[in-house]
C-alpha cells in the first residue's frame, strides 16, 4: 500500500508498506479522507516526545471497512465509518469515572501505532463508529478535532453560558472552538491571529469579529466590540507567551481563560492577579467517548461544516503541505489529504 511516512525532522516520504494484518478484536480501514492536525505539524519537525519515526502519522480519519477479525461482531464490511483514535485501558480510576482522555495508559493511533496517512490503517474495532453515506467523509474526519474543541468550550461555558468569548488562533482548533462556542450561546465571539488570510477564512465560516493582533489594537477592539462588558471566557488555542499572557490582561473578573493549545510549555503567570480577580484557568485535553460521540452528533446535523475553510490535497502533495503549515503559507484553516 501507499503511505506516507515521516521518517525524520521536517521529512515526508512516500513509501510502499504492507497492508496490516489485523488481529481478532481489529478491523482494516481503508482510508478515503484524513485531516492534518497542528500537533503532527510539531511532531514533522520533532517538536513532540512522543512520536518516533519512522512513523505514519494521522489520526483524524474517515474512510471503510473492508476487513474484520474474527472477533467482531457490531460492524460489517462496506460501512463508512470514523475512528476515535484515543485507546483507553477501560479500567483505571480515570477510565471508571469517565475521562478516559487522562487513562495513563492511554494510547493514541497515528502516534503510539500506525495512523492513516495511508491507504490502509487497523485500528480496534471498538473505537469505530458508522457514519451515514449522507454525510463526506471530509466532513466526518472532523469528529476528532471538534470533539477536542467541544470538550474545551462547553467546559468553559459551564461558568458563563452567554459570555462574550475570545479565541486565540485561527487554525482549525481555534476555527471549530469558536463555532461550538456559538452553538452552546455564546453572546459575541472575538478571534485573534495574526494571519489576515486565516482571519477571513474565520469569517467567512461564521465568526464575526475576526482581529489581527499584529496590526490592531486589541483592547479598545474589545472595548468596542463588547460595548465595555468585556471577555468571560477566553479559549487560548495557540499556546505560546504572549497570548497567555495577555489572556490575563483581558479576561474579566471571575472570568474563565480555557487552555488547549500545546504551543509551549513553561509560562510565567500572574498569580497575585488571579487570586485577586477569582479568574479561572483550565486545561483541556482530547476528549472522552461522550465528547466523541456528540460532536459526531453535530457533523451529522449539519450543525459543522467544513465548507469554506479547508482544502484538499493528494496524499503525494503531504509534505509540501506540511512545508507550506509550517512557513503559514496556507489561508485556510484544514488541509485533509485524499487517500
Partial sequence: MKALVWTAPSTMEIQQRDIPVIKPEEVLIQVEAVGICGSEIEGFLGHNSLRKPPLIMGHEFCGRIVELGENVSHCEIGNKVVVNPLISCGVCDRCRRGTENLCDSRAIIGIHRSGSFAEY??????????????????RAALAEPLACCLRAARRA?????????????????????????????????????????????????????????????????????????????????????????????????????????????????????LIRSEITVLGSFCYTKQDFHDALELLIAGKISEEGWSEIRSIEEGQLAFHELVAGQVGKSKIFLNI
Fill in 157 to 273: 461555558a459551564a461558568l458563563h453560558p452567554f459570555a462574550n468569548v475570545l479565541i486565540y488562533g485561527a487554525g482549525a482548533i481555534g476555527l471549530l472552538s469558536g463555532l461550538v462556542s456559538k452553538i452552546l450561546g455564546a453572546n459575541k465571539v472575538i478571534m485573534l491571529d495574526l494571519n489576515d488570510e486565516r482571519l477571513a477564512t474565520a469569517q467567512a465560516a461564521g465568526i464575526e469579529f475576526a482581529v489581527n493582533s499584529n496590526n490592531q489594537d486589541v483592547p479598545a477592539r474589545v472595548k468596542e466590540i463588547t460595548a465595555d462588558k468585556g471577555i468571560d471566557v477566553i479559549i487560548d488555542a495557540a499556546g505560546f507567551l504572549p497570548t497567555r499572557t495577555q489572556a490575563f490582561e483581558l479576561v474579566n473578573p471571575d472570568g474563565v481563560i480555557m487552555n488547549i493549545g500545546l504551543g509551549i510549555d513553561e509560562t510565567p503567570l500572574r498569580i497575585n492577579h
Fill in 121 to 138: 490503517v487497523a485500528v480496534p474495532a471498538s473505537s469505530v463508529h458508522t457514519v451515514p453515506e449522507s454525510i463526506s467523509a471530509y
